[in-house]
């Protein structure tokens, strides 16, 4: 299997976890969200921050638009979410909650998308042509 096709295939799942995560969010209602961000110290307006960018980035990577761009914005909310929620949980959890192991696994998927070419199979690489990241 040529590594394009694997690229193609992170970028997808990655993606569709986003979006699953975004319509989560806007099916539990922001302003619960908002109230459970409170809960545990996270300003509440952060919700309708994180949702729409869920959503909207689940969707560009999925079409492979601005892939190193949402792929870093991502990065960034995931070690928001680790940082503020799930570290003092640990890496596996605690029991009643989540750790934060799936965050690292996204980041390291997100960072790879970050920095490596486009595919054929993308938005990216049908606008803006061939990236190389070797230089």
Not at 116 to 122: G, L, P
């Amino acid at each position: 299997m040529k590594i394009s096709v694997v690229i193609t295939i992170m970028r997808v799942v990655l993606g569709i976890l986003f979006l699953a995560h975004g319509i989560s969010k806007f099916q539990m209602g922001l302003d619960g969200v908002a109230g459970y961000f409170q809960s545990i110290g996270i300003p509440g307006f952060m919700a309708y921050l994180v949702a729409p960018i869920e959503l909207v980035g689940g969707i560009l990577l999925i079409v492979g638009l601005l892939t190193r761009y949402v792929s870093i914005v991502l990065i960034v909310i995931l070690l928001g979410a680790i940082f503020t929620a799930k570290l003092s949980l640990g890496l596996l959890g605690n029991g009643q909650m989540a750790g934060y192991e799936l965050d690292l696994a996204y980041i390291v998927i997100a960072l790879y998308l970050a920095v490596a070419d486009r595919t054929r199979w993308s938005l990216d690489h049908l606008l803006f042509g061939r990236r190389s990241s070797r230089r």
